[in-house]
């Protein structure tokens, strides 16, 4: 951001303000901007969070992704909480971090490995996204040749083993 742009916010009337906070609600919420976080985000994963009591970043790790929001466990407190993608900071684990260090944002980890047939059996639980972009939770009750059969709250999905992820308990 252009620093003469945030030297003069001061000075913006009230009604400059809240029309400001409407446009960068209105850029954050994009459809596009989420998928894209999305795409970069696994569960599991290592990240930061801009807490905004504080305006600090916290290491927490990935429990959940919703369709609007993820739910991250914060690494020093031990609770849950459902954030906005845009608060999400992506991290590298670095000697730098364990000291105590703000890491700079280094670019992203490729995703991970895209499971096969073998990675999955009869009985366990697994997660996807639906055409919704809402994450589904189900148990395999069949595995096919190119897709696994799962049992999600009383419907039946198939669903191609490169889209299902396990789930890990956090």
Known sequence: MRIKLIEELPMATSAELYQLSWVIEQLLADPRRIVQARGQLHTGQQ??????????????????MK????????????????????????????????????????????PPEIAGRADFRVGQR???????????VGLIVRINQRTATLDCDGQTWRVAFGLLHHLVDV
């Open 126 to 136: 697994a997660s996807f996204t639906d055409q919704h972009l809402q994450r589904r």
């Open 47 to 64: 990240v930061q969070y801009l807490n905004w009591d504080d305006g600090k970043l916290r290491a927490a790790r990935v429990v959940s």
């Open 67 to 110: 369709d609007r929001r993820v739910t991250v466990l914060d690494e020093a407190t031990r609770t849950h909480f459902t954030l906005p993608y845009a608060a999400i900071v992506l991290t590298e684990p670095s000697v730098a971090q364990a000291a105590g260090a703000v890491p700079e944002q280094s670019p992203p980890r490729p």
